[in-house]
């Protein structure tokens, strides 16, 4: 089937869309999916920042890998860019492509395929646009088999995750996502497909992962899978200390063996809070049920205006006795210095627990402020320096709070693959940062220009320090910066470019290459 074109030319931005451009797409793309110029390509505007809206000449909603690989041609000949949008959760405008063409990965066919290599483990072939909700809720309900590695929120997208790492509780034990998949299909950026893994186009393989979509169009992933648990104990502990926090993060995530279950829990994360009744980033938001209070009066005199709480679960059967899973977590938890009497555990399913940050979000929909601008920050700050960014960041420059969860936990360097596209600080542990400010939008709340200066001057102060840190889901609007932020990698970073996009074509929201015409 031809594609469906329904073009116009916005009546205010004839500059940035001519129309011969416009309507040479039509004859250029031949496609089995859909392409839409008007009202639907607004959509493509949007991300979940809320701080950007530039529309594309077209929004497509590509049926195959055919169709994605049809886009990036025309792009190619018609001087114009191309980029995937996975769910558009960027904060950034990082999906966007003005002038140019935007990819609906989710519209793609859907490609699902389980196959089990042993009793406990086995890989999933998924679509570059599948949601993440969507393969767990098939691989645990049609296999009892689940992905190793997760994202907190899990209405992101495969590619998009993949595109730049994939990080939560499990990371420690697994590696983040990048970590966790053998083999991709990718159109790069001359249009051409490649099936790519460690073994076979490797540097392809290596380049897009965690590669900001600067190198290809993730088509089809294969997914490392392990036997789902049915339960997970879920469990908060509090600490007023950050030494004492990050003491027994640091003990957490390093006495795992990804082969021993005994040793270790299944999920490490942590977070700061706010020494408050706010219900959004104070003391209520710590108990995991609503039977659960968080007694003030537990918490030490010399208590700061800034706590901590490290969040742990662990994965058990139905079949499992529930003397020997409290057993396991009690034997777990022995030696932790946290806050007496501070401590809360729910027992949930397998699902329920991964598709935990979906219930939040249907109460902020409610509220607005889902759709309000979020100028989130994302850092991996080194374990030499987690101190002082708490000492200044958490403790002064972010005392009032954000509105919403501040994480802060510990990853291990080791097991992320130094051959992707992601950089790292210098040090085996490091910490995520993740600023997730949920505030209603200005007049109501503070505005986003305030909120992004606030952002400058926390990412000033690492610089100015010293600090061995760096940006996760990076924004960089020159490619001085650009540079700086790859350091000893932008040669690298560049030679995947000149040899995957050589006239930057794909993803141009992230601003790194201007395209090449
Ligand atoms: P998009 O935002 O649409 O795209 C991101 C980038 O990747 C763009 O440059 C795009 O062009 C490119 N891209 C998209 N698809 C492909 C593809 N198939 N092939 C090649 N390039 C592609 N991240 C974590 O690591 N851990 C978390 O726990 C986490 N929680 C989050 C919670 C929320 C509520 C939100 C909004 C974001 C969260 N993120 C988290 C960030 C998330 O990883 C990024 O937003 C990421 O970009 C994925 O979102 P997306 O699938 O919508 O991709």
Redesign the pocket.
């Known amino acids: 089937m031809i594609a469906y074109l329904e073009c116009f030319v916005q009546e205010n931005d004839t500059e940035s869309q001519p129309y011969d451009v416009v309507s040479g797409l039509g004859g250029a793309l031949d496609l089995e999916g859909t392409i839409d110029c008007g009202d639907g390509a607004k959509q493509a505007a949007k ?3 809320g701080m950007n809206s530039l529309a594309p000449l077209a929004f497509v909603r590509p049926a195959g890998t055919g169709d994605v690989a049809s886009v990036v041609r025309v792009a190619a000949n018609l001087n114009l860019t191309a ?9 950034n405008g ?4 003005v002038r140019g063409l ?2 609906d ?1 989710p519209a793609m066919e859907d490609h699902f395929r389980v196959v089990r290599t042993s009793n406990d483990s086995g890989y999933a072939d998924v679509s ?2 599948a ?1 993440w909700e969507d393969v767990l809720k098939r691989c645990v309900r049609d296999y009892r088999m689940a992905p190793r590695s ?4 899990l ?14 509780g499990q990371a420690f034990r697994y590696g ?2 990048t970590s966790n998949v053998t083999e991709l299909e ?1 159109v790069t950026g001359k249009g051409e497909t490649f099936v790519c893994s460690k073994a076979e186009n490797s540097e392809l393989f290596f380049s ?1 992962l965690g ?9 089809r992933a294969r997914v490392l899978l392990q036997q789902a648990p049915d339960m997970v104990r879920w469990i908060r502990l509090v600490y007023t200390e950050f030494d004492a926090f990050t003491r027994d993060a640091e003990s957490l995530v390093t006495r795992c063996h990804e082969s021993s279950d005994d040793d270790s829990f299944d999920y490490v994360e942590g977070f700061a809070f706010m020494n408050s009744d706010n219900p959004a980033d104070g003391l209520p938001s710590v108990p995991l049920h609503p039977d659960q209070i968080f007694d003030p009066t537990r918490l030490p005199e010399e208590a700061g205006s800034v706590l901590y709480c490290l969040e742990l679960a662990r994965h058990y059967r139905n079949s499992d006795h529930p003397s020997i899973v409290d057993m396991g977590v009690t034997r777990l938890l022995d030696g932790l210095a946290f806050v007496e009497g501070l401590e809360f555990q729910v027992d949930l399913g397998y699902e329920e627990f991964l598709l935990r ?1 979906k219930q939040a ?1 249907e109460h902020a929909k409610a509220s607005g402020i889902w759709d309000s601008p ?1 100028p ?1 920050l ?1 850092l991996f700050v080194s374990k030499s320096d987690i101190a002082d960014f708490d000492r200044v960041v958490f403790k002064k420059i972010l005392k009032d709070g954000i509105g919403g969860p501040m ?1 802060v936990y510990p990853l291990l360097r080791s097991k992320w693959d130094a051959r992707t596209s992601v950089v790292l600080p210098d040090s085996e542990i490091f910490y ?1 940062v ?1 600023l ?1 400010r949920f505030t209603p939008a200005y007049p109501k709340g503070p505005s986003f220009e305030s909120l992004v200066a606030q952002n400058q001057e926390i990412v000033q102060y690492c610089t100015k320090k010293g600090f061995d840190f760096k940006l ?2 990076p924004h960089y609007r020159s490619q001085e910066e650009w540079k700086r932020h790859f350091g000893n990698q932008w040669s690298r970073f560049v030679e995947r470019k000149t040899c995957f996009d050589p006239t930057a074509i ?2 141009p ?2 601003k790194i290459f201007p395209r090449i015409i």
Not at 83 to 91: E, K, L, M, P, T
Not at 155 to 168: E, I
Not at 211 to 217: D, P, V
Request: glycine content about 18%.
């Open positions: 991300d979940f920042g980029a995937a949008r996975g769910n558009g959760h960027s904060i990082q999906a966007m492509a935007v990819l990965m570059g646009g949601l997760w994202t907190d929120y209405s992101l997208t495969v590619g998009g995750t993949l595109s730049n790492a994939g990080v939560s983040p996502q990718v897009v590669g900001l979509g600067q190198f290809g169009i993730i088509t940050v979000e979020h989130w994302n994480l995520i993740a997730l996760y889901l794909l993803s929201g992230q």
